[in-house]
């Protein structure tokens, strides 16, 4: 549905997306082994305000990930819409400020000016909340006029739209195949209360749900494009938010993936009690679920529930790791270092663990406090937030700075060494990649010149010109023998990146942190700051 505001003028209205600062998350070095990619998602949250305009405002769609807005595409518009997390502030403002020289608006929605929108004060209208009554306000006002108003105008969404409600996000105005993955959206919040996790603060602790029919729509949406990615990622805050709802869609995506072929594998978010789910993870499996982010945060259980995430308490870690393995879905964790609870043995405990778990792909930060965080809120009262751009977190930890950042680097250089990081994936052929449900997928030609693109470029750029060549051929000759070709592709993308961007970082070319704001030059590091990973 669009809104249904009735409106009288036409306007026309510019979406721009930010580009995203490099993380291990966007595998930005990966995109050049993948032919036409770009970038790495495609942004739910503004392609669903494009779709929610007026029928009769023509919206242009832009993502800086992919291709800058131009000069024209500003002097085209009447208005400048933007969306954006914490960490792209910079390029939000430059858009704004973009907007401005051509004498236009600029609206900001989004997570980050939701949870702190004292951020942002050259914006002309801030959208603080999720679409809903603020919307259709925003859109009534720009019926009125576009001329730039003589001081902000905040509006704030008391109103939630449903979810069920919601519209087909603007896949139309997107190519599809310019992104690494996909992404769908089927329910919204969270019931746990992390102390770091801003989500239940901004999308509430009761998850909202669409409907199977709005997934299986979107999914058809996507289809209808010539060439689109293979994986699709759940961008729910928490798959199993509720379980019960989960399960009945799981049954309609089996169905609509039997009738179609399977031409798409899937991929979530969920707390790693997901493990005790036996049923959903038997309805996952079918589905063609691959792959599951579980934030880990930390193997110590006393900082675990100093973080309020008993969850993860509920089965041992290593034993919810495998059983997860055992369904066919490879985990990727979210560890953060820096918590009050970490010693000087806090370093040697996770990379145990990595070892352990077997786990190829790690996000490692340095805690950050957002904003509408109980993290956030305790820190502020104990006055332990700093805005220091030379630090790497805006957290001032209990242990010195400089050692917190020391475990970092020696977290990601054991993680990534190449060695190291195709050995996990070496056990990922044995423990995992098998219980995975084999289809016979309906093959197209992009998709068998995608697939030709990647695996040139695999054997090219990772088996013969990289010098991790040794390690990614043991690893493949293994994949080979288990018949496991997709193996061998997945594994030589997703090593280049991490093991170029841990480099990357080890030089000081990267922050430890996802939202960390420290500027950074393109240089080497320091001989002293690379000794603290020997």
């Known amino acids: 549905m ?90 939000i403002k430059d858009i704004c400020a973009r907007a401005h020289a051509a004498g236009k608006p600029a609206v900001l929605g989004g997570p980050s000016v939701s949870g702190a929108p004292e951020m942002y004060p050259e914006f002309d209208y801030l959208h603080i909340g999720e679409i809903g009554d603020a919307t259709d306000d925003l859109i009534g006002r720009l019926d009125a006029g576009v001329e730039r108003p003589g001081r902000q105008v905040a509006l704030k969404t008391e109103e939630r739209l449903a979810l069920d409600a919601f519209p087909l996000p603007a896949y139309d105005m997107i190519p599809l195949s310019r992104y690494l993955i996909g992404s769908l959206q ?27 029919e709005q997934l299986t729509g979107e999914l058809e949406a996507m289809l209808r494009q010539p060439s689109r990615p293979l994986v699709i990622y759940f961008v729910d805050d928490n798959f199993i938010g509720n379980k019960k709802a989960a399960r009945d869609m799981l049954h309609h995506l089996i169905a609509w993936q039997k009738r179609h ?48 995430k008993d969850q993860n308490l509920m089965v041992p870690l290593l034993e919810s790791i495998g059983t997860l393995n055992s369904y066919g879905l490879e985990v990727t964790a979210g560890m953060i270092v820096g918590l009050d ?105 992009p998709g068998l010149q995608l697939g030709a693109t990647l695996a040139w470029n695999v054997v090219t750029k990772v088996g013969w010109k990289s010098d991790y060549r040794h390690e990614f051929w043991q690893a493949a000759r293994h994949a080979f023998r288990k018949g496991q070709i997709e193996a061998v592709l997945g594994m030589g993308f997703t090593s ?23 500027p950074r030059e393109q240089t080497g590091a320091p001989a002293a700051a690379m000794a603290d990973v020997a």
Request: net charge positive.
């Open 261 to 308: 072929f399977y031409p798409f594998a899937f991929a979530c978010e969920a707390t790693l009690n997901l493990a005790k789910q036996k049923e959903i993870l038997a309805l996952m499996r079918e589905a063609g679920f691959c792959e599951v982010f579980v934030g880990i945060e930390t193997p110590e259980p006393d900082a675990l529930k100093g973080m309020k």
């Open 186 to 212: 089927f329910s919204s919040g969270c019931p746990y209360r992390c102390e770091f996790c801003d989500i239940p603060g901004l999308y509430g602790r009761q998850p909202r749900l669409k409907t199977p």
């Open 496 to 518: 280049h990146h991490l093991i170029q961007f841990s480099r990357e970082a080890l030089r000081g070319e990267q922050n430890a942190s996802f939202y960390s704001a420290k």
């Open 341 to 445: 609870t970490d010693t000087p043995d806090t370093d040697a405990r996770i990379i145990s663990f990595i070892d352990e778990s077997h786990i190829p792909i790690l996000t490692l930060n340095l805690l950050q406090a957002l904003p509408k965080t109980p993290l956030w809120d305790r820190l502020a009262a104990a006055g332990r937030l700093v805005d220091d751009p030379t630090l790497e977190s805006n957290v001032r930890f209990l242990r010195p700075h400089d050692d917190v950042v020391a475990s970092w680097r020696r977290c990601i250089a054991h993680a990534y060494d190449p060695k190291r990081l195709f050995a996990r994936y070496r056990h990922q052929v044995e423990a995992t990649y098998p219980n995975r449900l084999q289809v016979r997928r309906k093959i197209d030609l």
């Open 2 to 91: 669009r809104t249904s505001i009735s409106v009288r003028r036409e306007r026309r209205v510019l979406c721009v997306f930010p580009a995203y600062t490099p993380s291990f998350g966007t595998f930005q070095h990966a995109y050049a082994l993948m032919g036409r990619v770009r970038a790495f998602m495609p942004p739910q949250g503004l392609l669903l305000i494009a779709a929610y305009m007026p029928e009769s405002w023509p919206v242009r769609f832009v993502d800086e990930n992919i291709a800058r807005a131009t000069d024209a595409d500003f002097a085209w518009a009447d208005v400048v819409c933007v969306s954006g997390m914490h960490i792209q502030k910079p390029q």
